[in-house]
T-cell receptor, first 108, second 116 residues
Framework: KQEVTQIPAALSVPEGENLVLNCSFT??????LQWFRQDPGKGLTSLLL?????REQTSGRLNASLDKSSGRSTLYIAASQPGDSATYLC???????FGAGTRLTVKP | ETGVTQTPRHLVMGMTNKKSLKCEQH?????MYWYKQSAKKPLELMFV???????ENNSVPSRFSPECPNSSHLFLHLHTLQPEDSALYLC???????????????FGPGTRLTVL
């Protein structure tokens, strides 16, 4: 059964810093991986979908990578801003399994 | 309306009440999902529907009863809930339920449920 883990559970950084969020999954036979953002009390907003045939996907200041063989994905956020403060979740959509998220705080 | 919508956004109910949560997707998708999100826990899959047929019931208590009258609408009927059922209930949809690299889920804003 697929298990998805995210470390750290919480992260606080000063504005302008580049940062990396980590996601690991136990079953490497995945078709894709999806990263979401969730603001407090709100639904999930899709950020990036990385297909297994890709190793990387970029959107603005966000870059997500996928390494199936090691069971890992990372979300890189460049030049962080206070507006990036939220919880970031990774998921294996085909298995309908989600990580518990990393709560990010970017301090002005 | 665009995307996935959910009503109501907030709901407070007693343990003896009956209420329903509604989800509607405007994306032309064929698969819909109910998830439960409790504090500091990963999302838990509750039910999955594909073309109005329930394909997964993830050991959910019978006090939760889903209904999918068509591929655009999904309901979650609630009856005799417990305080531990208080959570954020999220609806999602995807194009199909096939296992492929294009399967991507889109979420609604959720219903914050409080059971007194």
């Amino acid at each position: 059964k697929q298990e998805v883990t995210q470390i750290p559970a919480a992260l606080s950084v000063p504005e302008g810093e580049n940062l990396v969020l980590n996601c690991s999954f136990t079953d490497s036979a995945i078709y894709n991986l999806q990263w979401f953002r969730q603001d407090p009390g709100k639904g999930l907003t899709s950020l990036l979908l990385i297909q297994s045939s890709q190793r990387e996907q970029t959107s603005g200041r966000l870059n997500a990578s996928l390494d199936k063989s090691s069971g890992r994905s990372t979300l890189y956020i460049a030049a962080s801003q206070p507006g990036d403060s939220a919880t970031y979740l990774c998921a294996v959509p085909n298995d309908m399994r989600f990580g518990a998220g990393t709560r990010l705080t970017v301090k002005p | 309306e665009t995307g996935v919508t959910q009503t109501p956004r907030h709901l407070v109910m007693g343990m003896t009440n009956k209420k329903s949560l509604k989800c509607e997707q405007h994306l032309g998708h064929n698969a819909m999902y109910w998830y439960k999100q409790s504090a500091k826990k990963p999302l838990e899959l509750m039910f999955v529907y594909s073309l109005e047929e329930r394909v997964e019931n993830n050991s959910v208590p019978s006090r939760f009863s889903p209904e999918c009258p068509n591929s655009s609408h999904l309901f979650l009927h609630l009856h005799t809930l417990q305080p531990e059922d208080s959570a954020l209930y999220l609806c999602a949809s995807s194009q199909e339920l096939t296992r492929d690299e294009y399967n991507e889920q889109f979420f609604g804003p959720g219903t914050r449920l409080t059971v007194l």
